[in-house]
């Protein structure tokens, strides 16, 4: 992936590489992958003119007697999968959602962190790097071919074969990425069973959000082909722990980082405890963003590392934040409540426009937390003036509405719709009958 490159680089590419179908890959307003796949000889008008395509069909997009839309590629996203069809090979090209008149659509996530990356460019702000780390579970497949909730392998953190019975899957994951351009640091059992990591280098905005967003196509297609299920649900199984997605991210003016700060006693500018001071204030809103589903809160519970606070800390990983070891041009904040479930161009927009509301108004951080807050009673929680995130989507969702600045960094369009729609989530989990109500009840 690289900017420089042309749509006539990516004609004479996909000739010399013997491309026969690319797909135009975009997300709904969920999160949700989404692709239409033209053969290689409609690449060209593709590059030059767009793609037409019903978006009353997609999740959050528009209504019927408005439909019709334009998928616009990014040169700068080509990519070849090494892996496809026996008709020929496939490549990628991630779009920007357009209307017929040409204008960019306001409900487009991807066009919508273009915009807030513009606020911060205004601001001084040339660049924002983020490093997404998406955790996922490896599931066994029944007869019929339908994933179970058997983990693969009973394996913990860090441990090799045979506790690890998935290594082989995550060993051909990493090949595969790294023949798709992608630069892999880490890849490692995860605490629980079945469950794993794989970290790659940190990007700009944008492209970290496509990348994620190609990241789980590839995962899925390797479980495939060991005959497993790859699921990026926060928490699919009881009492073990749940999956998350960390976020690092770092502002740039130019080429010096804007977090930095060599002379303050942790290595952090103003501008990044105020960024940090955003983020803390914002942190309910943003939830709904984060965990933006009803299981992602089975997740945010004591005991499973998941953070429950708002507080930041230069070490503890018991806070929502904490500042990574790393300093000078590295010095990066991780936001770690954030789970796979989230539209990765929403997630990176809010947490965006949280920061550059503190920077902005110069919100003073709170002292950083030491101490284990899971430990710690409520009480003492309370004098040191920590609160809790929201403990359901329910809860999530009123801190959204009550928080503009986090629909701003939406916009009106994608906060109506989003809202709308999880709040029929909700209001369908809390009717739904389940299970454990069943077996706790059923004797009355």
């Known amino acids: 992936m690289t900017e420089s490159i042309s749509p006539k680089d990516i004609l004479k590419s996909a000739r010399d590489e013997g491309v026969r179908f690319v797909r135009l890959q975009f997300a709904d307003l969920m999160g949700w992958v989404k692709n239409v796949e033209i053969p290689v000889s ?130 051909d994951i990493v090949l595969t990425l790294e023949q798709m351009g992608f630069r892999v640091e880490a890849s490692h059992h995860e605490v629980a069973p079945g469950q794993h990591e794989i970290d790659f280098q940190y990007a700009d905005a944008i492209h970290a959000a496509d990348n994620i967003m190609t990241f789980k196509l590839v995962v899925k297609t390797i479980a495939r082909r060991h005959g497993l299920f790859a699921t990026f649900m926060p928490k699919p199984i ?23 700060n060599p002379s303050d006693p942790l290595g952090l500018s103003a501008t990044a405890r105020h960024y940090m001071a955003g983020l803390l204030l914002h942190a309910p809103a943003l939830t709904a963003i984060a965990n933006p589903t009803v299981n992602s809160y089975k997740r945010l519970v004591p005991g499973e590392e998941a953070p429950m606070y708002i507080a930041w800390s230069d070490h503890n990983r018991s806070p929502l934040i904490r500042v990574p070891i790393a300093r000078g041009n590295n010095t990066r904040i991780e936001l770690r409540s954030p789970d796979p479930a989230a539209n990765p161009y929403l997630l990176i927009s809010a947490m965006l426009k949280a920061g550059l509301d503190g920077i902005q108004r110069k919100l003073p951080a709170p002292q950083p937390v030491h101490r284990n807050l899971f ?35 939406i916009g009106h369009h994608a906060y109506e719709h989003f809202a709308f729609a999880k709040s029929i989530e909700w209001d369908m989990f809390q009717r739904h009958v389940h299970p454990w109500e069943r077996d706790q009840y059923i004797m009355m």
């Open 375 to 409: 430990e710690m009673s409520d009480e003492e929680r309370l004098s040191h003036g920590i609160a809790g995130l929201p403990r359901t989507l329910g809860e999530a969702l009123e801190a959204l509405a009550d928080d503009a600045v986090i629909q701003d960094a």
């Open 42 to 171: 409609q690449l060209e008008k593709a590059l030059y003119q767009g793609i037409t395509f019903d978006g009353s069909a997609i999740e959050g997009f528009v209504r019927l007697e408005e439909s019709d839309m334009v998928l616009v590629p990014d040169p700068s996203t080509w990519l070849i999968f090494p892996f496809g069809p026996a008709q020929g090979r496939v490549a990628r090209l991630v779009c920007d959602i357009h209307t017929m008149a040409g204008s960019r659509f306001s409900g487009d996530s991807r066009v919508i962190l273009k915009r807030v990356l513009r606020e911060a460019e205004a601001l001084g702000f040339t660049t924002m790097n983020v490093g997404l780390e998406p955790e996922f579970f490896l599931l066994r497949l029944d007869s019929n071919d339908e994933p179970t909730i058997e983990t693969n392998d009973q394996g913990g953190y860090f441990d090799l074969a045979p506790l690890d019975l998935g290594e082989n899957c995550r060993r």
């Open 238 to 260: 009881y009492g073990i722990a749940g999956s998350g997605m960390h976020c690092h991210q770092s502002l740039y003016q130019g080429n010096a980082n804007a977090f930095s």
